[in-house]
């Protein structure tokens, strides 16, 4: 019961703060990409 209110309450909070959710992850993504890209480069040289 606790257990399935959290996940209302978490699923609520996510919908309210969907498109901050996703920005956030995307630059987050972003960096992760240009930071294994950049490790990559380091490797080959």
Not at 36 to 42: G, N
């Amino acid at each position: 019961m606790i257990v399935t209110l959290c996940n209302c309450q978490i699923l609520l909070f996510i919908e309210d703060h969907m498109d901050v959710i996703f920005v956030w992850f995307l630059k987050s993504w972003k960096l992760i990409c240009q930071k294994q890209s950049r490790d990559l480069k380091q490797k080959k040289y």
